[in-house]
């Protein structure tokens, strides 16, 4: 069988997305596996999302990179509907085929949450023959929690729910198999959809890369938000904000604010709408409690290695998790392997709750809808400032995840593969990955 790989990524690297990075820190590990990859990405000057050029260095000699344009239409910018899906299609439709057209490839792997890319595989099935995995790093078809807006605003969130309708149903069917980061997708998919119980499904959960960390503490990596005070306790929440973080975050003020040391709580990088359009989400809830002046919020985006050097410098990594039960934040093996101790609130019974277990004692985890909750927030907080762990042979590292992720892709898109219909073999190689379900 052909490993020759084609790999639908557009946010890849310069581009800083969250999307982006597994493919990033898997693509030697595949690579190392017999797998030749050709990435299919957008330009990162036609993106509205930050580029941090670092991450191009930390990519694999080899490795194949097709870069298409993605421009809105005329529609798309009068309406606002201007989103990477609808911008980049035509251009990565037309690659693609040209691409598949003259190509031997194994497969096509969708790696990304632009959604409205995904009908490609159905149609490049037809047209080349080639089977396809969809790589589903947040849930395609969404339903709000009670309270939540709608991200990107109604018109926005409402023409992409449209579109999840119509063709998630097509697109999961005609798929060779399903790579999902939380196992509550796979279960909501197969009760969505009851022809889905034989199809092969591998739960891969984010990981991280530890050479990411070493680049981080170069010489050219710098973080400005604050000092390492002796008299402050520095703490550090890195990523998306929202509505729906707000339940965590609020026992996490209560204990704060009922504590009598000195801190300083940085919210960086929390918002993913344009330059110059980015609101502080926390902050709100922060003056409400009356704790304003001990919290900062820096909506806009920042670049990738500074991220990673705000939570080794800090004394404590906090983790705010949403109030949707199968979030599992693409983040938090980053913060585990940055070394300082990590205090991650999340929900009874979530997908956080359930997979971030296993982390222990590298991560505290608390229940932010306890009772106790402040009383356990607080124990963390008098174990700061602590000395930083390094860890080794961590479960979530990258080349861990490239090969669980290898031995799927060999299974799902090898013909000979797929005449065991036996229960272990539908499922694929996962129960071997050494990674939770």
């Known amino acids: 069988m052909s490993q020759r790989l084609l790999i639908i990524c557009p946010h890849f690297p310069p581009t800083n997305a969250a999307d982006g990075h597994r493919i990033r820190i898997c693509a030697a590990g595949l690579m190392s596996r017999g797998w030749q990859l050709d990435i299919l990405c957008c330009e990162p000057n036609d993106l509205p999302i930050n580029q941090s050029p670092g991450l191009e260095e930390t990519l694999p000699q080899g490795l194949v990179i097709h870069r298409v344009p993605c421009r809105p239409t005329v529609l798309g910018r009068l309406v606002g509907a201007s989103t990477t899906s609808r911008n980049a299609r035509r251009f990565v439709q037309r690659r693609g085929d040209e691409l598949l057209g003259r190509g031997n490839y194994a497969g096509v792997l969708f790696s990304t949450t632009a959604f409205g890319l995904l009908p490609l595989g159905v149609r490049w099935r037809q047209r080349f023959g080639v089977d396809f995995v969809i790589d589903l790093q947040d ?229 932010c809808g306890s009772a106790a909750a402040s009383k356990a927030i607080n124990r963390w907080l008098e174990g700061l400032p602590a000395d930083s762990v390094e860890l080794t042979d961590y479960p979530f590292e990258a080349d861990r995840q490239a090969s669980a992720l290898s031995s799927f892709l060999q299974h799902v898109l090898d013909p000979d593969a797929q005449s065991d219909t036996s229960e272990s073999t539908r499922r694929g190689p996962q129960a071997s990955a050494g990674l939770p379900r």
């Not at 309708?165 to 939380?182: F, K, L, N």
């Not at 891969?204 to 680049?215: E, N």
């Not at 990590?342 to 359930?354: D, I, P, T």
Request: charged share 15%; glycine share 10%; proline share 9%.
């Open 139 to 367: 849930p395609w078809l969404q339903e709000l929690p009670d309270g939540v807006s709608p991200p990107g605003g109604p018109l926005r969130y409402g023409l992409a729910m449209a579109q999840a309708q119509r063709w998630e149903p097509a697109v999961t069917d005609a798929a060779a198999g399903i790579v999902c980061v939380s196992p509550d997708y796979e279960s909501r998919l197969k009760a969505r959809y009851p022809t889905l119980a034989g199809k092969p499904f591998l739960t891969l959960p984010f990981g991280a890369a530890a050479g990411d960390f070493r680049c981080a503490a170069g010489e050219s990596s710098r973080q400005t938000f604050f000092g390492r005070s002796s008299d402050q306790l520095q703490l550090v929440h890195v990523g998306r904000g929202g509505e729906d973080l707000w339940p965590s975050l609020r026992p996490l003020l209560q204990a704060l604010k009922d504590n009598a040391r000195p801190f300083h709580l940085h919210l960086i990088g929390t918002s993913y709408a344009p330059a110059g359009r980015q609101q502080p989400s926390l902050l709100p809830l922060a003056e409400a409690a009356g704790l304003a002046g001990s919290l900062s919020e820096y909506p806009a985006r920042v670049d990738y290695f500074e991220a990673l050097r705000c939570l080794s410098d800090s004394h404590g990594v906090v983790v705010l998790t949403s109030s949707d039960s199968s979030y599992n934040a693409s983040k938090i093996h980053n913060c585990v392997l940055a070394g300082p101790p990590v205090l991650a609130l999340v929900h009874e019974g979530s997908v956080a709750q359930k997979l971030w277990q296993g982390l222990a004692p590298h991560l505290t985890l608390v229940d």
